[in-house]
């Protein structure tokens, strides 16, 4: 019943910058505490940050300091900006979200940081 679109993903130079988008259908998108994830090539999915319904975040030590996650419940939408991009950030992103135990998950953008 709830559907996520991720959007924001491409090619970037280490120390450059990116800024994901996910648009989330649903009119209790309040209620969700929304999430990225990223998978990498050989790993497993890991989560980079989140972000409650009341606003409280939390992230990957990998990401602190560089990533903001943030989140607007009059447009549906979670975003994550990207900031001092590194090699190691490249991977598949995914946005979550999630309402007790019911999670949904986008399709999933591609980020790439080249040296």
């Known amino acids: 019943q709830v559907q996520l679109v991720e959007s924001g993903g491409g090619l970037v130079q280490a120390g450059g910058s990116l800024r994901l988008s996910c648009a989330a259908s649903g009119s209790t998108f309040s209620s969700y505490g929304m999430a990225w994830y990223r998978q990498a090539p050989g790993k497993q999915r890991e989560l980079v940050a989140h972000i409650t319904s009341g606003g409280s975040t939390n992230y990957a030590d990998s990401v602190k300091g560089r990533f903001t996650i943030s989140r607007d419940n009059a447009k549906n939408t979670v975003a994550l900006q990207m900031n001092s991009l590194k090699p190691e950030d490249t991977a598949v992103y995914y946005c979550?979200?999630?309402?007790?135990?019911?999670?949904?998950w986008g399709q999933g953008t591609q980020v790439t940081v080249s040296s």
């Open positions: 979550n979200a999630r309402l007790g135990a019911i999670a949904y």
